[in-house]
């Protein structure tokens, strides 16, 4: 146990800067988890990984998730709000909705509602099929169930619907023709309208907002009301005696935004569309400030786009200050202030956990060559000999080149014939040797040549990881988005290898080659050398979008996920769900199981084997049938 190597590993994984407080490295060199904080309670997470597998036949690729980060932060954003309305002496309140499209898996909404129990906490949804699976929740009285996203005639309808059930229910109202729908309705059908929801008015802001989904903001965004559709929808509903139904305006800046003095500029825009609106003889009770807030993936507190150069303490603050100025100013009543925050509430809460498979490292140095009886070695493997023996600080960029032009040597003598096999492999191991000496070289010099930089990128060691991209860390293929990668032991030892990782996709974008760094992004990440034991690597903060984005390419599914709790008793598993099965991913593609058994018998009955062969094969099927797609151990 070496404690500055440890704090090494912290530093260099900045576990300390992005984990919030859930996640650090223990005095073993282990990766601990602490789902309330509180770091004399803690979750070793690599021997929790064993546990599941031994006790319940569940292997990596897998999904930790913890609730109880779930419940903690939300208790962080009704508690900030809480203070800064005290500190501001803010004659109003805060209710927190959580937008269904960031995590739409049933496990997860259950730890939502659960936790929001005791902070009236809502949901927000943006379709019809989300909808659908909100209504299945009994809410607290007060929680609100807010209906975004574009609407037909349909969707208007289990508004109603909703009402009629005893929902806390708001009609957020995206275009004019969605409101001329929820009046028809009201008028032809008498038997709903006497459920009539609150309606709210999404207003489109000139105010535009930071980060990667920058354009998403501002007065070109696709989604609100301009200023014109607001003030017609507002004469429609004094047109038609409905003034009294306008219960909330909405504006929303966008995701991840990263500066704080852009979500200011919103809310001081919104908090005016809101006192004009009170004034003009409306009296919507809640300002719904949207969503947004940045999660510091990098740990830098920056205006990067994987990071936010604020906290939630800090947001809360400035959006009650800013929104009390207005009100005071316009002399108007303070608004309920509501928000739909989803990314700061998932991110912590689930780790993706998978194993190192393969090493693939191109520079370790040659096996001797073992000359055959009579055989003479050929002058080309002479000289890379000769190269990579000479090579030194002084000479490293002239071995280099020259290794490069015997590389090119070799393989002519090779496509002529000249040379055979078991010469090629010798000189390309000696080459990709004399690389590897060559960068190291690069590396002492005060300014590394460019061109050793774009070897020591070629020459990168590639750690094969059992898992998808695509469909545990989508964003990371598709928006290059930046999650925090690190294994999850052995932070006691110095890492041996400068690696990426690749999965087991066949697909050479099924590679990540880009890791948080508080300066800027690194192209390659520590990693040790397997010591034949398992050597996990977690991805964290990935339980916002990432599951709602995730995609089948190769017919990799859902992987098995855990449920982790920690209280008095120890650590428990709450719930366990198993990933998708090899059939039904081809179900879901529309392959018939019973279609493809026929044609196999029909195959085996077509050959020379056995009846009792051709059952064994058979047997063979339907196991793979029902197995894990990904790598069994």
Known sequence: MNPLIIQQARESYAIDDWSAGYFGINPAGNVECYPTKDKTKSIEMANLVEKLKKSDGISTPLILRFPQIVHGQIATMHEA?????QDN?????????FPFKVNQRREFIDSIVQSGKSFSYGLEVGSKTEFIAALSYKLSPNALMICNGFKDKEYIRLCFVAKAMGKNITVVIEGPDELEIFLALMKSEPDLAKFCPQIGLRVRLYSRSSGKWEKSSGDGSKFGLSTNETLHCLRMLKENDMV?????????????????????????EGSRIYAKVVKMGFAPKYLNIGGGIGVDYDGSKSSAQSSANYSLNEFASDAVY?????????DVPRPIIVTESGRVIAAYHSVVITDIREVQSPGEDPIPYEVEAGEKMPSILVEFEEAHKELSQKNYVEYYHDAVAFQEEMHTLFNLGQIDLRQRAYGERLFYSICQKAVVCSLREKHQPEEFRQLQKAMVTKYLANFSMFQSIPDAWS?????????LSRHDEVPSHKATIVDITCDSDGCLDRFIDQKSVKDVLDLHTPDGKPYYIGFFLVGAYQESLANEHNLFG??????VRLDEAGVSCEKITEGDPISELLMCRNFSAEEM????????AAGELSAAENERIMGIIRNSFEGYPYLST
Do not use: W
């Not at 709000?81 to 309305?85: I, S, T």
């Not at 995701?255 to 809310?267: D, G, L």
């Not at 800013?322 to 316009?330: F, G, K, P, R, Y």
């Open 322 to 330: 800013n929104i009390l100025q207005v009100c005071e100013d316009e």
């Open 597 to 604: 058994r026929k044609s196999y018998k029909k195959q085996l």
């Open 244 to 268: 009294g139904t306008l219960s909330m305006l909405h504006f929303h800046n966008g995701s991840q935004i990263t500066q704080i003095r852009r979500i200011k500029n919103a809310i001081k």
């Open 89 to 97: 002496e803010y004659q109003g309140s805060h209710l927190g909705v």
């Open 558 to 563: 859902a992987i098995h996920e855990a449920e």
């Open 81 to 85: 709000f809480a203070k800064a309305m």
């Open 479 to 487: 928006i290059d988005q930046l999650f925090p990668v690190m294994p």
